[in-house]
T-cell receptor, first 112, second 114 residues
Framework: GESVGLHLPTLSVQEGDNSIINCAYS??????FIWYKQESGKGPQFIID?????DKRQGQRVTVLLNKTVKHLSLQIAATQPGDSAVYFC???????????FGKGTRLHILP | GAVVSQHPSRVICKSGTSVKIECRSL??????MFWYRQFPKQSLMLMAT?????????EQGVEKDKFLINHASLTLSTLTVTSAHPEDSSFYIC??????????FGDGTRLSIL
């Protein structure tokens, strides 16, 4: 079946720099995308979401970009902090009540 | 914000034991709850979708007789791993969603079968 995947399993970023985490999805019918942050031993924490009728959405220190032409999703974290260390998952779904499918995850490592 | 509580957070038991995990939505009515399993360094794999008052819908490859799901109220769903064996050891995570709201996740249950 179709699934959401990720380009890089691990990303190391200098503290204070911006982080960009990428995600490729294969289901062109997906119309809702979510980024989650998972810290060790915890459940995923909602970061930001975007619908397919948008190509950009901003939150506090985070921005999600959606390129439907190439089926690519990215999460940008501004001024990366030590507390941003976690595994980040993109996920896709049909709408907010439907099940969502998780990608493989990218571990973000912050360098001092 | 919305809070989903899972209990217990960790279980260690002998092979052959049945284990029940509870998932509660604390401040909203969860019309739908989802159960996921996560192996180390892997992503979350959806096991089943649970709607209040109806039978759960299981994903392909998930044994419904092995993983019993009950969603008796709008705030509680339970997952029972029956006759658990070492290969069932995993991190089990639930999520809950209400109407027009994103999924909110519990903090998971680490199940270890000896």
């Amino acid at each position: 079946g179709e699934s959401v995947g990720l380009h890089l399993p691990t990303l190391s970023v200098q503290e204070g720099d911006n982080s960009i985490i990428n995600c490729a999805y294969s289901n062109s019918a997906s119309d809702y995308f979510i980024w989650y942050k998972q810290e060790s031993g915890k459940g995923p924490q909602f970061i930001i979401d975007i619908r397919s009728n948008m190509d950009k959405r901003q939150g506090q220190r985070v921005t999600v970009l959606l390129n439907k032409t190439v089926k690519h999703l990215s999460l940008q974290i501004a001024a990366t902090q030590p507390g941003d260390s976690a595994v980040y998952f993109c996920a896709e779904g049909g709408n907010r009540d439907d099940k969502i499918i998780f990608g493989k995850g990218t571990r973000l490592h912050i360098l001092p | 914000g919305a809070v989903v509580s899972q209990h217990p957070s960790r279980v260690i038991c002998k092979s052959g034991t049945s284990v029940k995990i509870e998932c509660r939505s604390l401040d909203f009515q969860a019309t739908t709850m989802f159960w996921y399993r996560q192996f180390p360094k892997q992503s979350l794999m959806l096991m089943a979708t649970s709607n209040e008052g109806s039978k759960a819908t299981y994903e392909q490859g998930v044994e419904k007789d092995k993983f019993l799901i009950n969603h008796a109220s709008l705030t509680l769903s339970t997952l029972t791993v029956t006759s658990a064996h070492p290969e069932d050891s995993s991190f089990y995570i639930c999520s809950a969603t209400g109407r027009n709201s994103p999924q909110h996740f519990g903090d998971g249950t680490r199940l270890s079968i000896l």
